[in-house]
């Protein structure tokens, strides 16, 4: 069963910085397209960026393209977020996902498994 884990959340002042991590235990990332998500209360959950299973690719959602970096480290297992220039609108709980040798799809329904989720704050 695979498990993932965010860490790296909490509270930054506009244009500051945030760096999360996802952590995957009973796989590795390496065999898993790797998606970041956002849900802000009361909306949708929103694609951020993801890496296919390859490492190849890397896809962002148009409102963070420029500013964030998906990256993975296949010696900790983990894929990781760099969030640049956070304006109040990135204000969310952010959601890894996992799919087992996937492109690195937007869409939501093509992940498998998921984390529970980590508190993204940005005050003006």
């Not at 244009?15 to 956002?38: D, I, Y």
């Not at 962002?60 to 640049?84: C, E, H, P, W």
């Not at 040798?101 to 329904?109: D, K, R, V």
């Amino acid at each position: 069963q695979v498990h993932l884990v965010e860490s790296g959340g909490g509270l930054v002042q506009a244009g500051g910085s945030l760096r999360l991590s996802c952590e995957a235990s009973g796989g590795t990332v390496n065999r898993f397209g790797m998606g970041w998500f956002r849900q802000a209360p009361g909306k949708e959950r929103d694609f951020v960026a993801a890496i296919a299973w390859s490492g190849g690719k890397q896809s962002y959602g148009n409102s963070v393209k420029g500013r964030f970096t998906i990256s993975r480290d296949i010696a900790n297992n983990t894929v990781d977020l760099q969030m640049d220039s956070l304006e109040p609108e990135d204000k969310a709980v952010y959601y890894c996902a996992a799919d087992i040798l996937g492109p690195g799809s937007e869409t939501p329904s093509f992940y498998e498994y998921w984390g529970q989720g980590t508190q993204v704050t940005v005050s003006e």
